[in-house]
């Protein structure tokens, strides 16, 4: 384990989870490996295959259709596995705290999570620093 | 021939958002698509029932963060349209900029993506780069470079720092020389005019049967624009509308394109006219009596419409809300028929749904020629100029086209 | 109001009731036999276009509010149809509207309203959700809540 964590922290590929969000999160991760922010210069990638991933980015409430969806990519996905959550949604489900089609708030109610990164949206910024923060507590 | 069922969804790597799609192919010819919704359903407007009025607001505007000014503009007038509430001018102002910045951005992120889907990521990396300077202006005038909150009944919550002003025009400017770039690339790369030429047809009687709205009725040649046809704040505004004849993907480009032209101009009529008109910014509504109103703006996909029916307490008793896509995304059924499977995926992004981002890699080993991926570069340039000769009849490429002018 | 609204009302004044009359916005009461009439007149002749359809639960019944949007002057022509709470009923207009497909369907998923002459009637948003039944709508006060696990 000790040996992958440490291969792992030079070059993360990351799967984007869309799950019932507002679509805001979601582009502000496209914006990450556009020309504006570049993250491939970090050796993060987005991936087009939940097979390939090192860290699954969820945004959004997930709603009751969808989570038996997220919980197979989990199973899917090759372990070990880092989940983050991106925005308030699903720490704590922000304005929709009260939707009558919402499974998973907090999110660990459908899949185990290892960092939030909140705010609505989170700054691109902000993203980089929560997946480089959840690298530095590997050892 | 033997039917082919393709099902696509609900995570895929061509669909950024979760949504199904079931194709029926008979070789490489699509017969019949199905489409499953709900992966998103949220009840927007059952939780606005419990939100007061300006609680509702900030609810809408969570309901897409692309077109995230739209809802509010429309929630907003149908607020107002229960009491005939008067908006102060430089409100209306600050209301048609933040508008139309926001259109700039939204073409701008879908002409990326649909130069993602047909493989011209150029282009993606490219519009994205120039859309990162808007989003910069709105944390600069709003604080945040999605969702605004600027919006408010009888108003706009904060006003527009006037010293803004010499630091925005830069920006505009680059934006027309850049897309004027993007309109004469179109009009003259013979690979994208011969990918998106006469592809997923439209026509006019299609769009007013499907109640079609937006640039993708406008682009079969239906004269609507909600902006004029409703009036209020953009009265104050010259500006044309756009209406383009053919219907097909290729003109549902050249359309958003001109678009943004046309954004940039009405743009710079509003920071004209901020230095010259002065004094409130809101003006305080407290009491929203008993009756139904009805509000509509055009958002950059099409019209967004908010119906608010009130008993004069501070909630709504009913918000209806319709997404442009609603009536848009069917519309896939009159023109993604009878296509080849390849231009199905870029006919059903040309309504601009929200779900993007294709993924694609490809391979290939030729057994007898032994040709691997190099050869394949060499074979496609001869072939991109082998179209170049038979459709644009003229060796000139689009960069040598745009320095002539 | 404009001369072609003028001439609508003439032609149907026995048939409407009810009128609200703002500047761009007019609602008025139609009976469910008279809407497929009504709506044909409204799209065919005068070229409205359907922007969509409003279901509301008030305290004695359900109502139908259909928007058609006149883009020529921009003025909304609402008319409003009513039903009982058991078994709502109305005649649906996808035959003469495609448009009209989705809305019908979202209506009947959030409140239950059966539309007579749909030819593909089922439900849009919470289809195969495993939370909510065939008789689970989520927008009427009295829900046949899915009991939760």
Not at chain 1, 51 to 78: F, N
Not at chain 2, 307 to 315: A, T
Request: aromatic share 10%; hydrophobic share 35%.
């Amino acid at each position: 384990m000790a040996f992958y964590n440490k291969i792992i922290k030079k070059s993360i590929w990351v799967f984007h989870v869309s799950a019932s969000p507002c679509n805001n999160c979601d582009i502000e991760i496209l914006d990450l490996i556009t020309p504006g922010y570049d993250i491939e210069r970090f050796g993060i990638k987005l991936v087009g295959s939940v097979r390939h991933a090192d860290v699954l980015l969820v945004t959004g409430i997930v709603s009751y259709k969808v989570a038996p969806r997220i919980k197979q990519l989990y199973e899917q996905a090759a372990k070990p596995i880092f989940v983050i959550g991106i925005g308030t949604c699903t720490a704590g489900g922000a304005t929709f705290k009260t939707s009558y089609n919402k499974a998973g708030v907090p999110l660990e109610k459908v899949i185990p999570v290892n960092a939030y990164v909140t705010g609505c949206p989170p700054k691109p910024e902000a993203m980089i620093d929560g997946v480089l923060k959840l690298l530095g507590t590997l050892k | 021939m033997s039917k082919c069922r393709i099902p696509l969804g609900p995570f895929h790597p061509l669909l950024e958002e979760a949504e199904f799609f079931d194709i029926k192919v008979e070789g490489e010819k699509v017969v019949d698509i199905e489409m499953e919704t709900g992966w998103m359903h949220r009840g927007h407007e059952k939780i606005s029932e419990t939100r007061s009025y300006t609680q509702s607001i900030f609810l809408v505007e969570r309901i897409c963060g692309i077109c995230s000014t739209s809802h509010p503009f429309a929630a907003t007038h149908a607020m107002e349209d229960i009491d005939n509430v008067e908006i102060p001018e430089r409100a209306q102002y600050i209301r048609i900029f933040i508008g139309e910045m926001e259109r700039i951005h939204s073409h701008l992120l879908w002409l990326g993506l649909a130069g993602h889907f047909i493989g011209y990521d150029t282009l993606w990396m490219w519009t994205w780069k120039y859309r990162e300077p808007v989003l910069q202006i709105f944390e600069k005038v709003s604080g945040n470079r999605n969702h605004y909150a600027m919006f408010r009944v009888g108003g706009v919550s904060r006003d527009f720092d006037n010293a803004l002003i010499p630091e925005i025009h830069p920006v505009l400017d680059m934006l027309e020389k850049k897309m004027l770039m993007i309109a004469g690339a179109a009009k003259d790369d013979p690979v994208l005019r011969s990918r998106l030429k006469g592809v997923g047809v439209l026509t006019k009687e299609d769009a007013i049967n499907y109640c079609a709205n937006g640039p993708t009725a406008r682009a079969s040649g239906v004269d609507i624009d909600v902006r004029r046809d409703d009036g209020l704040e953009y009265n104050l505004i010259n500006f044309d509308v756009i209406v383009l004849p053919n219907g097909d993907v290729y003109d549902k480009l050249v359309l958003r394109v001109l678009e943004i032209i046309e954004s940039v101009k009405i743009a710079r009529q509003c920071l004209d006219a901020f230095p010259k008109i002065g004094g409130d910014y809101l003006n305080k509504v407290k009491h929203i009596s008993p009756g139904e109103g009805i509000g509509r703006y055009e958002a950059p996909r099409g019209e967004v419409f908010h119906y608010i029916r009130s008993d004069g307490s501070n909630r709504p008793l009913r918000h209806k809300i319709r997404a442009p896509s609603f009536s848009n995304i069917p519309t896939y059924k009159a023109s993604c028929l009878g296509i080849p499977l390849a231009d199905a995926l870029i006919t059903l992004a040309a309504v601009d749904p929200c779900y993007c981002c294709t993924e694609r890699s490809i391979r290939v080993v030729d057994k007898n020629n032994k040709k691997l991926e190099h050869n394949l570069l060499t074979m496609s340039r001869e072939k991109t100029a082998n179209i170049k000769k038979a459709v644009a009849g003229s060796e000139k490429t689009p960069i040598d086209r745009i320095f002539e002018d | 109001m404009s001369d072609k609204g003028t001439e609508f009302f003439e032609k149907f004044q026995d048939k409407i009731t009810k009128v609200i009359k703002k500047p761009k916005r007019i609602y008025f009461n139609v009976k469910n036999e008279d809407i497929w009439e009504i709506s044909d007149y409204l799209s065919n002749t005068m070229g409205c276009r359907l922007s969509v359809c409003t279901a509301t639960e008030v305290y004695d019944g359900l109502e139908v509010l259909y928007h058609f949007s006149d883009d020529t002057t921009g003025i909304y022509y609402s008319p409003r149809v009513k039903t009982g709470l058991k078994n709502p009923e109305i005649n649906s207009i996808t035959p003469l509207i495609e448009g009209a497909n989705w809305i019908e369907r979202e209506m009947y998923d959030l409140f239950g309203i059966k539309f007579k002459g749909h030819p593909d009637l089922k439900k849009l948003l919470t289809i195969n959700n495993p939370h909510f039944s065939e008789d689970d709508h989520p927008m009427r006060f009295n829900r046949n809540r899915t009991k939760e696990k």
